[in-house]
């Protein structure tokens, strides 16, 4: 069961949200103090983490506003706590809340890498690209004890399977042995996020993201290793990080990112009350301004959730955001498009037992 009552900033430090507003699924809902979870008396909250049963690995889907049509995701929630992540609402099919359950009640899905490496030997199974870290972040602060992305890159290696990985994480440097080789052979990419240069702003609205110049240091080690990578200038907010398009793009080509891509701000479902809290606590005299331009691109609403209008908007102030990305992609050479992975080396490794081909 999940309340909307007070959460004092202390009890939540360094977390994105600001209440643990409930989901929609949520039946037991509560929306009054009864006293029983007086917020003066609560201890700091702390991260919960719980093992889920792995009946599938590979989740499919048919969007046209997305370049895969498959993913991996090894954690449900977040630690990361990102104030306007989108993937916020995927708690509530939990039970849980898109608030604060989201980065501090999270699922672990350890049988993954074997179910994986079932789905890929599977005999209808018909190669492309996977994609890792599209819902919640693959190389979040969990992943340093449980390993699991670490185990699923290792199957993709041994099938020869390409992947592409979004990520803020400087723990995808862990993985380099795996990653390089796999580089080399065209099967692996990387998408590294850089929402704003401003320490203290990414701080407050990213709590527990390494900093940006961190971030950058990323895409230095990752690109210096030859693994190809794009910078993710996302999301965009409007009154808050538009001013540093150019900014970002630079610092990014200088640290070695081969691409760039950007995507507006989101607010599906629960995301938007949530972020508008954030706004009323941590940027008030500019909350009307970003919603405002918000709803400008939305036709009035928070949000579009239609395919072709959802990730970027419409009107004059999105077609000035496209045009100043791609002027500023230009000219620091960020706006190529990068090869597609190699999909002819797919093999399934043999088995215990197989016999190996003599030839």
């Known amino acids: 069961m999940t309340c909307e009552i007070p959460i004092k900033p202390a009890r939540r430090k360094a977390r994105g949200a600001a209440s643990n507003r409930s989901g929609r699924y949520d039946l037991a809902r509560v929306d009054e103090h009864d006293g029983w979870a007086d917020p003066e008396i609560q201890p700091s909250i702390r991260t919960e983490v719980r093992d889920e049963v792995v009946r599938s690995a590979i989740s499919y889907n048919r969007s046209p506003d997305l370049p895969f049509d498959r993913s991996v995701n090894p954690y449900r929630g977040c630690e990361h706590g990102c104030a306007y992540c989108f993937a916020r609402p995927s708690h509530a099919y939990l039970g849980l809340s898109p608030g604060l359950d989201f980065e501090t009640r999270l699922l672990a899905r350890p049988g993954l890498p074997e179910v994986l490496a079932r789905e890929l030997a599977a005999k209808r199974y018909k190669v492309a690209p996977i994609a890792i870290g599209t819902n919640t972040d693959p190389y979040q602060p969990l992943e340093r004890d449980r390993g699991i992305t670490r185990a699923a890159l290792e199957v993709l290696a041994a099938f020869n399977h390409p992947v592409a990985i979004v990520t803020k994480g400087t723990l995808i440097e862990r993985d380099l042995d795996i990653l390089a080789p796999m580089a080399a052979r065209g099967l692996a990419r990387v998408g590294i996020s850089v929402?704003?240069?401003?320490?203290?702003?990414?701080?407050?609205?990213?709590?527990?993201?390494?900093?940006?110049?961190?971030?950058?240091?990323?895409?230095?080690?990752?690109?210096?290793?030859?693994?190809?990578?794009?910078?993710?200038?996302?999301?965009i907010v409007p009154g808050l990080t538009d001013h540093e398009i150019e900014a970002l793009l630079e610092a990014g080509r200088e640290a070695?990112?081969?691409?760039?891509s950007w995507i507006m701000l989101r607010l599906p479902r629960e995301v938007s009350p949530l972020w508008q809290e954030w706004l009323a606590e941590h940027a008030p005299g500019r909350a009307e301004k970003v919603m405002a331009r918000l709803r400008e691109m939305h036709g009035g609403r928070d949000y579009d959730p239609r395919w072709g209008h959802r990730m970027r908007g419409e009107g004059e102030y999105a077609r000035v955001i496209a045009q100043r990305f791609r002027a500023a992609a230009r000219r620091v050479g960020l706006d190529g498009t990068a090869p597609p992975l190699r999909t002819d080396l797919f093999a399934v490794p043999p088995g215990p037992g197989d016999q190996l081909p003599l030839f």
């Open 195 to 235: 929402t704003t240069l401003d320490d203290d702003l990414s701080r407050r609205m990213e709590p527990r993201v390494p900093l940006p110049a961190r971030r950058l240091e990323v895409i230095r080690r990752l690109s210096g290793a030859g693994v190809p990578v794009r910078l993710m200038t996302s999301p």
């Open 256 to 260: 070695g990112a081969e691409a760039a």
